[in-house]
């Protein structure tokens, strides 16, 4: 019965130590990986600007003054801080790789993972782990 017990802990305990990637929302201050946040869009107003005039090779700009003020445009993304997440790697018993790219610093543009748990490995390890303890003469056996 003791021998069971401790084979069924041996595989529960291969089995939780395989490799995850994990996203955490809002992760605080005390937790690690690599912190991005999601993007915001936000509208640039700028004046716009016209070119007056063109001699000896150069341009002179100027804001345009009429009574008909223009503005120009843009829609920009910025982060969002309200919106931060952290990237986790653990890799456990097994393998991982994790590739990620970051836009600006801050922007998650893509993700690429692939975890090998080695469950195969895992499996023959636990199986001469268990043999070995079946070997172990117990007191009062």
């Known amino acids: 019965m003791i021998r069971i017990f401790?084979?069924?802990?041996?595989?529960?305990g291969s089995l939780g130590c395989s490799p995850k990637v994990r996203v955490v929302k809002n992760p605080g201050e005390l937790r690690d990986g690599i912190r991005y946040y999601r993007p915001k869009p936000y509208l640039l107003i700028t004046p716009y600007e016209t070119v007056t005039s063109r001699g000896e090779g150069k341009s002179q700009t100027r804001i345009n003054a009429t009574s008909e003020t223009r503005v120009q445009l843009e829609l920009q993304y910025l982060p969002d801080?309200?919106?931060?997440?952290?990237?986790?790697?653990?890799?456990?018993?097994g393998s991982s790789s994790v590739n990620f790219q970051l836009e600006n610093g801050w922007n998650l543009v893509s993700i690429g993972q692939q975890l090998d748990s080695k469950f195969d490995k895992n499996v023959e390890a636990v199986g001469n782990a268990a043999g070995a303890i079946a070997e172990i003469p117990f007191p009062g056996a």
């Open 6 to 12: 401790i084979f069924a802990v041996c595989c529960l």
């Open 81 to 93: 801080f309200a919106e931060e997440y952290s990237i986790q790697v653990r890799t456990g018993l």
